[in-house]
């Protein structure tokens, strides 16, 4: 046993992946101290306080394009900037591109667009609830979920042509077209997926087990997430139901209607729920958009003018929404601000952590899924 006068060293976790020769992403500090029962290691060890910090894989995207960026140039960092977050990140880019330059996207390409946002959304999801569940060491829950997620990307390789960053998004559309017939797969393949995951949400919802580990854990409540301004699944588990593709509809989303998913509790059982639905969700918005896929073409006819200029774009990314604001003239990009839902989510984590114990630390890291990579770009 552990006298409460006991002292634990302070410990520090380094967060994200990364080289062993190098510091990763984001290193917490914590300042511990024991519970009545507990390990000298720290293992039954309360949270007293929490120290964040940055600044190791800083890749300076908005000072680079504050000295100059050719347009070219611009959208492949953006796109590169996460795994994640790809995908959204640079449909928020281009959108703030087009209002700029007044380009029109052609309805094919906003449909296309939109597949490949709910597609990320559901890898990313996906990534996180099999990750949730290595954690409560429930290792046949987590194989499945992989399994699914592996299949989610397998069939997104096959319709884009790349697993990841595929390059599609492009200044006023798409780079390439994709047909029909690899339209229909995709939809086969998203339909297997989409059984197999309604089994296992069912499963999980019910789990006891699963329930009694994450309820109660790491509450936000809704009026702490609105003062926080917190988004994306994070702030729809504490009931705040918003939404950008229902708020700020662009593209493909303003034919194609979203269902808001929302919970109440704001704990980590309810931000593990809402991903999970969300997922069910994003595959039924691409079922109905190949659907109702339009012909024609994907680029925006003639060249987009860059003229001077600014422009925003909106996006609700895996995370939560996207905000990005530009300016530009005709020979590229001179000032970027790319603001994504883990800057809000981050603030909130020192408040969050402390008193909890340290053995849920990685379940309330998983909750909230930060995304350090948009962080530090």
């Known amino acids: 046993m552990v006298s409460s006068s006991a002292s634990i060293a302070p410990l520090t976790i380094t967060i994200g992946p990364y080289h062993p020769a190098l510091p990763g992403p984001m290193r917490l500090h914590l300042d511990l101290k024991p519970l009545a029962r507990g390990s000298p290691l720290g293992w039954g060890a309360q949270i007293a306080s929490v120290e964040i910090e940055l600044g190791y894989n800083y890749l300076g995207l908005e000072e680079r394009a504050a000295a100059g960026l050719d347009w070219a140039h611009a959208l492949s960092l953006v796109e ?12 928020a880019y281009v959108q703030a591109v087009e209002s700029m330059a007044l380009a029109i996207v052609p309805p094919r390409a906003a ?3 939109m597949v490949l946002a709910e597609t990320e959304r559901i890898i990313s999801h996906l990534l996180n609830a099999a990750e949730t569940m290595q954690a409560l060491h429930l290792y046949e829950r987590e194989a499945v979920l992989r399994d699914l997620r592996e299949r989610a990307v397998q069939a997104l390789d096959e319709w884009a042509g790349a697993r990841a960053q595929p390059g599609m998004i492009a200044y006023g559309g798409l780079s390439r077209n994709i ?6 797969e995709l939809t086969l393949a998203i339909r297997h997926v989409e059984r197999v995951l309604r089994t296992q949400i ?21 009026q702490e997430a609105t003062v926080a301004g917190l ?7 504490a009931a705040i139901a918003t939404d950008v593709r229902v708020a700020f509809p662009t593209g493909a989303y303003e034919e194609e209607g979203v269902t808001i998913v929302a919970q109440r509790n704001g704990d980590a059982f309810a931000r593990l729920v809402v991903r999970l639905l969300e997922a069910l969700e994003s595959m039924r918005i691409i079922e109905q958009a190949i659907d109702d896929l339009p012909a024609g073409p994907v680029r925006a006819r003639g060249v987009i003018e860059m003229k001077s200029g600014s422009g925003i774009g909106r996006v609700e990314g895996p995370k939560g929404e996207i905000f990005c604001w530009i300016r530009g003239e005709a020979a590229g990009l001179q000032a970027l601000h790319l603001s994504t839902a883990s800057f809000p989510t981050l603030g909130i984590l020192p408040g969050l952590l402390r008193t909890q114990q340290l053995e849920d630390l990685r379940l309330l890291l998983l909750s909230v899924d930060l995304c350090m990579a948009c962080v530090e770009r």
């Open 80 to 91: 590169g900037l996460c795994g994640c977050c790809s995908q959204a990140n640079t449909l």
């Open 179 to 184: 047909d029909d017939a690899a339209c229909r």
């Open 202 to 222: 069912s499963s999980i919802i019910n789990n006891r087990e699963i329930a009694a580990r994450m309820a109660g854990l790491g509450v936000i409540s809704s």
């Open 111 to 113: 449909y296309i667009r």
């Open 231 to 237: 988004r994306g699944p994070v702030a729809r588990a």
